[in-house]
């Protein structure tokens, strides 16, 4: 099993920046990779970003040039940092383990971005 706890969500304006964080516990030696999905109001969950054990990095087309994703292996954190965020950006983002046998998935945190 794996824990995932979100946090650093939060209201900001068109232009602003957030960071979120995720904490991995539990049985992670073997996670694959570690993502970050986000379901904004009325749409389907969504790949934002994704990044490998080995340190790769994919992004949604939508977010790619404002989001990067990174991980701190020894704090077993993956982040997000959301600069010149939109509107569109609002949603409920959650945190993804990616293992051969499935994902595991955090309780999401919210993100609201006033225009």
């Known amino acids: 099993q794996v824990q995932l706890v979100e946090s650093g969500g939060g209201l900001v304006q068109a232009g602003g920046s957030l960071r979120l964080s995720c904490a991995a516990s539990g049985t992670i030696f073997n996670i694959k990779g570690l993502a970050w999905y986000r379901q904004g109001p009325g749409k389907q969950r969504e790949l934002v970003a994704a990044i490998t054990s080995g340190g790769s990095t994919n992004y949604a087309d939508s977010v790619k040039g404002r989001f990067t994703i990174s991980r701190d292996n020894d704090k077993n954190t993956v982040y997000l940092q959301m600069n010149s965020l939109k509107p569109e950006d609002t949603a409920v983002y959650y945190c993804?383990?990616?293992?051969?046998?499935?994902?595991?998935w955090g309780q999401g945190t919210q993100v609201t971005v006033s225009s």
């Open positions: 993804s383990a990616i293992k051969a046998a499935g994902n595991y």
